[in-house]
T-cell receptor, first 115, second 112 residues
Framework: DAMVIQNPRYQVTQFGKPVTLSCSQT?????MYWYQQKSSQAPKLLFH???????NEADTPDNFQSRRPNTSFCFLDIRSPGLGDAAMYLC??????????????FGAGTRLSVL | GQQLNQSPQSMFIQEGEDVSMNCTSS?????WLWYKQDPGEGPVLLIA?????ELTSNGRLTAQFGITRKDSFLNISASIPSDVGIYFC????????????FGKGTTLSVSS
């Protein structure tokens, strides 16, 4: 059974039209991450939540926001998607944020297309 | 900042052949992880390594945490068509709060 679930798997939006991607987890992990992955590249960390504490990466554009209303759910909001934001968006979770046992488990991803 | 070099970038092999790929970092890591990503899917954890010199197997896969703590390799023995995909190494340094760093991936193609 999937433990990190991303919805939808495919999302098409229009240039400039806000879009929200969803992630839920059944692992009861403390940390949830959002990555952006473009074709043939490594996942790029956008931000993560450690419980309710939000940690933004320095180079994440302001266009990307996140919400974590509870332990199980985390959302990625793209306020004004540009053509360059078309990518696979991966959600991951880990029990803790640091230390040896910080293994991240990934969802299947949401493929975002921007028209 | 920390950098992680993964090689080779891609491999084309025949079914049944053994495969080896590796990652090196510019600084010491305390964790090495190896993931496989199938097309259109998220990365799936294959092997986790926590100690210098550690050698761990998962079926036909074997990975080692280098003695210098700056490298790791992944071997796949007797490859099969379903081994096709992108393999990512990922590691973390000792500094508190450091994020997981990913290699750029090795794309494996297997012909039968």
């Amino acid at each position: 059974d999937a433990m990190v679930i991303q919805n939808p798997r495919y999302q098409v939006t229009q240039f400039g039209k806000p879009v929200t991607l969803s992630c839920s987890q059944t692992l009861n992990h403390n940390v949830m991450y959002w990555y952006q992955q473009k074709s043939s590249q490594a996942p790029k960390l956008l931000f993560h939540y450690y419980d309710k504490d939000f940690n933004n990466e320095a180079d994440t554009p302001d266009n990307f926001q996140s919400r974590r209303p509870n332990t199980s759910f985390c959302f990625l909001d793209i306020r004004s998607p540009g053509l360059g934001d078309a990518a696979m968006y991966l959600c991951a979770t880990s029990l803790i944020a640091t230390g040896l046992k910080n293994i991240q488990y990934f969802g299947a991803g949401t493929r975002l297309s921007v028209l | 900042g920390q950098q992680l070099n993964q090689s080779p970038q891609s491999m084309f092999i025949q079914e049944g052949e053994d495969v080896s790929m590796n990652c090196t970092s510019s600084s010491i890591f305390n964790t090495w992880l190896w993931y496989k990503q199938d097309p259109g899917e998220g990365p799936v954890l294959l092997i986790a390594l926590y100690k210098a010199g550690e050698l761990t197997s998962n079926g036909r896969l074997t990975a080692q945490f280098g003695i210098t703590r700056k490298d790791s390799f992944l071997n796949i023995s007797a490859s099969i068509p379903s081994d096709v995909g992108i393999y990512f190494c990922a590691g973390r340094g000792y500094q508190a709060g450091t994020a997981l760093i990913f290699g750029k991936g090795t794309t494996l193609s297997v012909s039968s």
